[in-house]
DNA sequence: CACGTTAGTGGACACGTGTCCGCTTGTCCA
DNA sequence: TGGACAAGCGGACACGTGTCCACTAACGTG
């Protein structure tokens, strides 16, 4: 995966970054990159180079969560029709974002970035795959792509504490009803 | 409206803050509140209490093309059924947020801050308007106001440049499938 | 082992945002 | 008209983000 290996103490110090990272993240709900930094130990230019954006350290951080969420969507396949497998991993997502809003700029980053690289990655993987099996039972519309479905849930990362419980579900209906092909 | 009559001064400064702004975003691409301040010749405390957020302000430069957008619904409404009517003043939306991406910060603000303000406010009450015609017909869902349309819409804030074309107007019809009735 | 190459470091710095508070000035009343 | 008093001013300041680049030390080579 990572061509160019990496060396000693820049493997150890990437390693204090994400440690520091987690720590931070489980201890107060701030999150600053100044004060990782400080934290592990290292000058934020190193912090920045290991992760250029803000979101990149988020998706190190929770990339168990979002592994977790990716195995789930074959499972979910296997369980349940295409639509109902759909909602559920939606409900799941939501679950995770709704106590720890850094997965979803994990997830999101993650998208993006995989976007442009070649073949999406994990979480585009997960969502295609999903969306493939709806699209063969006929059940999702032919047309949309991982890009659209992460782009359509972001509406999940400025929804307001307390208007969640109200909206957060109610709107993944809404989506899940757009991604739906019309008979 | 504002009870609180402004001083002459205040009036005076409040309206050269707006000039200000309008050059700024006609002029270049960037839009810098400082730099707002600076050119209106006042303080930044001054731009800062008349217009406490940059949406505030935004809100504000783009009122006329707001306004506009508002004033099309009902004439929509008039001319087609409800279904269509939504999808042209969505279209609309788009074309404003293609050229101006301001509006849509606009846009935003405003129907947040409508919301907890009693009777939403012209916005808000145009989407409601949109809306209501619809469920009055059966085309669409019972169960969304304007707060979740704007959510859903929100996506336009963070489609790149480069992906406008292929994703914004396609994924408004995504949406508005989303926003049907199921029969 | 010593030495050159180069990946990697770290912190100073530039920038934009937003807040705070001592000073100024419009406004209104006597 | 003049004086009090609050509304309004504006810029210094604190903060977080991200960039840049002169230095340091890990690694491979002879």
Known sequence: MNAPRLRADAADNRARIVEAARDAVAGSDEFKLNAVAKRAGVGQGTLYRHFPTREALLAEVYRFDVEELVAAAPALLAEHDPITALARWFDRLVDYARVKRGVLAAVEAGVWQE???????????????????????????????????????????????????????????????GLRARE
Chains 1, 2 share one sequence.
């Open 115 to 177: 976007l442009s690289a070649h073949g999406l990655g994990p979480i585009g993987d997960a969502i295609t795959a999903l969306l493939d099996a709806g699209r063969a039972a006929g059940a999702v519309r032919s047309d949309v792509d991982a890009r659209d479905v992460v782009l359509l849930l972001g509406y999940l990362t400025r929804l307001d504490e307390q208007e969640w419980d109200t909206r957060a579900r109610h709107l993944l209906h809404v989506v899940l009803d």
